[in-house]
């Protein structure tokens, strides 16, 4: 019977994220005209589907390539509009439309904003799916980072797997922790500098899905550095902007902390170096 709590539990954590789904509303109110056609990639249980039928899209084109799509076309049922959204369980990359479409919507951020892949396949289906006049949802992406102090946190996610548990040497698992990031609540007493804004990109004329940039730090006060913190805000349309920020209403998402192999000890008014590259696949 508790097969399926994670997955319950996921997508209750993102439809009871009132500020995420309210915010998503409205931009598609803003955008979607009676009659419209509109793409949704990454439906998962096709809440922005469903809202692109309530602003008045004549037809959806739902992409979604795990298997909650098969909730989501039950969703779909359930509301009488199983007639003007056509559910595609595939890979974006792979899927050929019939007609070009007027909306490109997607909330395909995570943590950090693009390890899901979210620039390649709103450029991929910009290029592929989208009218020469028509619009997206998000428009723009920003990612920002600063440096914080957080022993405990990293302690208990990073240094944990330094000491034997029950007689077994886990350390291993430290450079596996070390190289990811983790989900983090943060407080901004916890930042040794004033957040930076490390790329911003306009998603209407993106040429790569690839993100590299550096930035500069200037800390504030003394202390150790335990690692990098990170998170996103996307324009939605104008004047509507998400973000999952310190102190940001949004609770679906926590901020991406990036471990240093070790902590570095500051004084104030002393520069940090950063670059931060993803890959295509937007890891």
């Not at 909730?71 to 359930?78: K, L, P, Y």
Request: charged share 20%; net charge neutral; with cysteine.
């Amino acid at each position: 019977m508790t097969k399926y709590t994670d997955f319950i539990n996921y997508n209750l954590s993102m439809l009871t994220d009132f500020a995420r789904v309210e915010a998503y509303q409205t931009a598609i109110k803003k955008v979607v005209r009676p009659g419209d056609v509109v793409v949704d990639l990454g439906t998962g249980s096709g809440i922005l589907a469903l809202l692109a039928c309530q602003a008045g899209a004549k037809r959806v084109y739902a992409i979604e390539s795990e298997k909650v799509i098969h909730i989501a076309m039950q969703v779909c049922r359930r509301n009488r509009l199983e007639d003007r959204v056509v559910f595609l369980n595939e890979i974006s990359f792979q899927v050929e439309l019939p007609q070009r479409v007027d909306v490109v919507v997607t909330e395909t951020m995570g943590t950090f904003g693009p390890e899901e892949g979210l620039v390649g396949s709103i450029i991929d289906a910009r290029d592929r799916f989208l009218k020469p006049s028509g619009a997206l949802i998000p428009r723009v992406l920003e990612l920002f980072l600063v440096p914080v102090e957080v022993p405990g946190f990293y302690e208990h996610m990073i240094d944990f797997w330094t000491s034997d548990q029950f007689g077994v040497d886990f350390s291993p698992m430290r450079q596996l922790a070390m190289n990811n990031f983790h989900p983090i609540k943060l407080h901004p007493e916890a930042f040794l500098c004033d957040p930076v804004s490390l790329v911003r990109v306009n998603l209407a004329t993106a040429t790569t899905s690839e993100i590299r940039s550096e930035v500069s730090f200037y800390t504030k006060r003394r202390g150790k550095v335990f690692g990098l913190a990170g998170w996103f805000a996307v324009d939605l349309t104008e004047g509507h902007r998400l973000s999952n920020a310190p102190g940001s209403p949004t609770s679906h998402w926590g901020i991406a902390f990036f471990p240093l192999a070790r902590p570095v000890a500051v004084e104030r008014g002393n520069r940090i170096r950063t670059v931060i590259a993803s890959q295509s696949n937007g890891a």
